[in-house]
């Protein structure tokens, strides 16, 4: 009769641990999802921002230059400032791509692309 009992707590303990670490397994994949979309909304800010804000930088240099003249000084802090712009643009996209594949490590789940970010 003891055994007969042990077997059926055994088994409903076994139902049990079933269930639970089957939610925890929904729950840890909500908050995978959760991080890839705050990681790819961070993403795609930053790039458009820092986009912008290269864009505006490149265009106001260009103008420095068309205005500098003769003045040889202005015109090689104008093309030294685009320069900086364009390096400054690659960088940040090193960087953002390093992101990417720091955080797809991470998560390391295969169906979390973040080049659709």
């Known amino acids: 009769m003891k055994k007969i009992q042990l077997l059926i707590f055994l088994v ?8 639970v ?13 959760r991080l890839f979309y705050v990681t790819c909304t961070f993403i795609v800010l930053f790039k458009l921002v820092a986009s912008s804000i290269a864009s505006l930088v490149i265009v106001l ?10 003045d040889l000084t202005s015109r090689k802090r104008a093309k030294q400032g685009i320069a900086d712009a364009i390096i400054g643009l690659i960088i940040i996209i090193l960087a953002v791509a390093i992101v990417e594949i720091v955080v797809a490590g991470q998560i390391n789940m295969t169906n979390f692309d973040l080049s659709s970010c």
Request: charged share 15%; net charge negative; proline share 0%.
């Open 12 to 19: 409903l303990f076994m139902c049990i641990l079933n269930t």
């Open 61 to 70: 240099q260009g103008i420095k230059w068309i205005l500098s003249a003769e």
């Open 21 to 33: 670490s089957a939610q925890a397994l929904t729950e840890a994949t909500e908050i995978a999802e």
